[in-house]
């Protein structure tokens, strides 16, 4: 059996501490739910998930072939969903996200 490893995770800009998975290929974030966080660092999580919305609101740039899109769309809904379900938000507008996720 593989032993998972230790592995810097750069999500946003910013540097995560996680667990990698080689079994399943799954990067699993520290529970953020255990940290108080800022007003700041709840503004940097909507930021990054308003970034994944216009990605995926932008379309596919011609410079990529369908399947890597479609895995980027995967990943980004993978990750708004992660953050949507989180119980820091205070009045940010989500629905931009559950529109993505949504539809």
């Known amino acids: ?17 996680g667990i990698y998975n080689k079994i399943n290929n799954l990067i699993i974030l520290k529970n953020m739910e255990e940290e108080t966080l800022t007003t700041e660092e709840i503004q940097q999580h909507y ?8 990605l995926i ?18 990943r980004n809904k993978e990750h708004l969903q992660i953050m949507i379900d989180k119980d820091f938000w205070t009045d940010e507008d989500l629905s931009p996200v559950s529109d993505i996720l949504d539809a």
Not at 1 to 17: A, D, I, N
Not at 58 to 67: H, T, Y
Request: charged fraction near 35%; proline fraction near 5%; hydrophobic fraction near 30%.
């Open 47 to 54: 930021r990054a998930m308003m970034d994944s919305v216009n």
């Open 57 to 74: 609101n932008g379309g596919k740039p011609e410079e990529i072939d369908s399947d890597e899109w479609d895995d980027t769309v995967s």
């Open 1 to 17: 059996m593989l032993k998972p490893k230790e592995k810097t995770l750069v999500l946003h800009g910013v540097y995560r501490c």
